[in-house]
């Protein structure tokens, strides 16, 4: 795999060392060379996948480490590294110090030859591509377990006996059932479940919600599958925030090869969170007019709140 690299120099002699080092390297491309901090960003937008900014310390008339600094904060996953007018240990040492200071991950001589430059770029890929598969991971949970969210267009269409339907479908030992209709959930008196805990406690957590934390809240149904209830008394659905909604779905995808998750027919922020976050959503109607108009509804304003 090609990684791809942008240069932001001013100085013409840097620019044509560098890219005959790129032309015989294989797996680093130049994608394009600036001349400025500007111009290295209007290239970041035309071009997100460049992995690497290279930039010289000379550039926008001396103040690069400013530019780099820019470039950190407007893509904090790609890898800069400063040229640097320096020679020996000693003065390389300096230098990156500074670099680091500003978000640089390694610094390169401006007369450095093509071993030196390829090796440290290829640390700074290195580093680039585990950021991104760190944050990739994160947002999926660290697995591919699929989320399922299924609203009700109205009231008593049918969608908590879909979902409890829906999770038996999936035939796995690691189903996971959520019921996140918080103040009219059923899904305990459909499963025949006695619960004391509940979705709600996990929304005291701080931080991320585990494993353990989810095993401890659920409870096991005849048939494989585990539920998250709702809470009995549903004026406790008010302590549940979209923050901690965001939390459970990256657990629930990290735990369960399959959850399936009731948000009920009503929209708050809490359910809007879990239908943005969802891999799929299914919206529950009957075949009558009422139900017709309040699923256009649904998608309406499911669009109007850029929810899905």
Same mark, same amino acid.
């Given at each position: ?16 060392? @560098? #890219? ?18 500007? *111009?290295? !960003? ?21 103040? #690069? ?6 470039? *950190?904060?407007?893509?904090? @996953? ?24 500003? *978000?640089?991950? =390694? ?5 450095? $030859? ?11 890929? =290195? ?13 999926? #949970? ?12 109205? *009231?008593?269409?049918?969608? =908590?006996?879909? +979902?409890? !339907? ?15 209709? @918080? $103040? ?7 499963? #025949? ?31 494989? @599958? ?25 657990? !629930?995808?990290?735990? +369960? ?9 009503? !929209? ?22 009422? =139900? ?17």
């Amino acid at each position: 795999m090609v990684t791809k690299v942008l240069l932001a120099t001013p100085a013409h002699e840097v620019r044509d060392h @560098l #890219g005959h080092i790129f032309a015989e390297s294989d797996g680093f491309e130049l994608a394009a060379a600036v001349s400025d901090g500007a *111009g290295v !960003l209007t290239a970041l937008d035309r071009q997100p996948d460049i992995e690497i900014v290279v930039v010289d310390e000379a550039a926008d008339d001396g103040h #690069g480490h400013a530019v780099a600094r820019s470039v *950190g904060l407007a893509t904090p @996953l790609t890898g800069i590294v400063m040229v640097v007018d320096a020679h020996g240990p000693a003065e390389m040492s300096r230098a990156m110090a500074a670099a680091m200071e500003v *978000g640089a991950r =390694s610094v390169i001589a401006r007369n450095a $030859g093509l071993e030196e430059v390829l090796t440290r770029l290829e640390a700074v890929a =290195s580093w680039s591509a585990m950021a991104r598969a760190s944050i990739a991971a994160e947002r999926n #949970g660290g697995r591919s377990g699929q989320v399922v969210a299924i609203a009700g267009a109205k *009231g008593g269409v049918g969608t =908590s006996v879909l +979902s409890l !339907l829906l999770a038996r479908a999936g035939r796995a030992n690691d189903t996971l059932l959520v019921d996140l209709d @918080l $103040g009219a959930g059923d899904l305990t008196a459909y499963t #025949g479940v006695r619960t004391r805990r509940s979705v709600v406690d996990l929304a005291a957590v701080e931080g991320e919600v585990t494993g353990r934390m989810l095993r401890e809240t659920t409870y096991e149904v005849p048939g494989g @599958l585990r539920l998250l209830p709702a809470p009995a008394e549903g004026e406790r659905a008010e302590a549940m925030t979209p923050a901690a909604v965001r939390s459970i779905v990256s657990a !629930l995808r990290f735990e +369960s090869g399959l959850a399936v998750i009731d948000v009920g027919a009503h !929209l708050d922020e809490p359910r809007a969170t879990a239908l943005e976050f969802a891999d799929r959503v299914l919206l529950v109607t009957t075949p009558d007019l009422p =139900s017709l108009r309040a699923a256009r509804r649904s998608l309406a304003q499911w669009d109007r709140l850029a929810v899905r």
